[in-house]
Structures are given as C-alpha cells and as structure tokens.
C-alpha cells in the first residue's frame, strides 16, 4: 500500500488594519518589514498565530498590535479570513485580517519604521495587503451608515458638530445636520458632560458628550442609514 502524500504545512497569521483620523482624512499604519519576504516594504501590523497562549485570532491581533505598534486598541473587529498558496510566497497561509479604530489624540509615539498613509493613497503593499485595507476601509463605511463605529475615532469628550465632522471623514460625504442629530438620538450611545462645554469665543459654548460605558467596546446600531433621507 502506497505511503500517503506528506501535506505540506499550513502558515496562519493575523493582519490588522489600524485607522485613525488625521489631517482630517482617514489614515491606515503600515510598518517597515524587517525581514523576507519583502524585507524593506511597507506592510500592514502581522505575525504567526501563538497556539500554545493566545486564547482566539483576536486575541493574536490585540497581541500583535501591542508589540509591534504599541497600540492597545479600544476597539478591535474581525474583518474577514485571506487564504491561498499565491498569497505568501513562503507557502499555503491563512491571514484572519482585523481592523482596529483608535483616535488621534490617544496614539502612541510611532515605532521605528512606522508611518501613517492616507487610505486612498497607499503605497506598494506585498502579499495582499493592499486589498485587506481596500476591505476594512468598505467595512468601516458600511457599517458607519448604521452605527456608532466612527465615535471609537473621536477622543474621550466631544461635541456633537466635532462627531459629525467624525462621520463625515470616514464616509467621504457630508451628512444632513438634522438626519444625523437624529440619529444619534436613536444610537442611544452618548452622554452629557454634566456642566462641561467648550470654552467660549466667536461661537456659543456647545456641550460635551462622552461615549456612553456600556458602548465603549460594542456597536450600537440602528435599521436606517444616516444619508436614507428617512
């Protein structure tokens, strides 16, 4: 009886996609590998998948975004599973890609050979990175129609034009001051700063809003999009 054909192994790794908000355009970070394949390259945040101490792939990704882009995420969601053997040239893989949101004003100092790039100007990426981002950029824009995704991009107090101005960034388009103070009404995610506003000057004081606890980790949704006209 023939001895059955050896399979060769199976690579799997996590990839994050961390997005932030600056100079008012959405931004992805990307590190410079240090090591091949594509040694030299700007790619995204990955590595293995420690079987023997992470506990799931997000698990991996938090893990991954803390030693390699010091990053603690406040929130970290699954985007979708990449697979082949044309993907890595070091063999079969499988990539369980995340993205994450941080806002601006909590970014840690950048590592040595990070950088910021504006999502709609990436550089070359290898392996398929480049289409990972493209994903996780259709998914944050989807989802910010329904939910409260974009207020993960806003610092720990806001107004409610400064949220606004959030949602406007990630979606590319201007939103309808009424529809979206409507629906932020319906979310239910935010809170008063009881008797804190923004200091006085041209405009009146505008109250600041907070996410509420029981959001800071999850969505809140709701069945209509912000631009339905409903």
């Not at 882009?69 to 979708?80: D, F, H, I, K």
Request: net charge neutral; charged share 25%.
């Amino acid at each position: 009886m023939a001895a059955k054909a050896e399979h060769p192994n199976v690579l799997c790794t996590v990839d994050v996609v961390l997005l932030t908000l600056r100079d008012d355009a959405l931004q992805v970070l990307l590190l410079r590998r240090t090591a091949e394949p594509f040694a030299g390259a700007l790619a995204l945040p990955g590595g293995y998948v420690h079987a023997q101490s992470d506990h799931d792939a997000s698990d991996a990704a938090a893990r991954v975004l803390r030693d390699k882009a010091g990053v603690e995420s406040p929130y970290l969601e699954q985007l979708a599973t990449f697979s082949g053997p044309a993907r890595d040239p070091r063999g079969w893989s499988v990539s369980i890609a995340h993205f994450a949101l941080l806002p601006e004003s909590l970014l840690p100092p950048l590592h040595e050979g990070a950088v910021w790039k504006p999502v709609e100007r990436l550089p070359a990426l290898p392996f398929d990175h480049r289409q990972i981002v493209q994903e996780a950029v259709e998914r944050v824009r989807a989802k910010s129609q329904y939910s409260s995704l974009p207020v993960h991009l806003c610092g720990e107090r806001f107004t409610l034009p400064q949220l606004q101005a959030v949602y406007e960034a990630v979606l590319g388009e201007p939103v309808n001051k009424v529809s979206f103070r409507r629906k932020i009404d319906e979310l239910g995610m935010l809170e008063p700063i009881e008797g804190e506003f923004t200091a006085g000057g041209a405009h009146r004081p505008a109250q600041l809003y907070r996410l509420r606890k029981a959001f800071r980790h999850v969505l809140s949704t709701s069945g209509r999009g912000l631009n339905s006209g409903a």
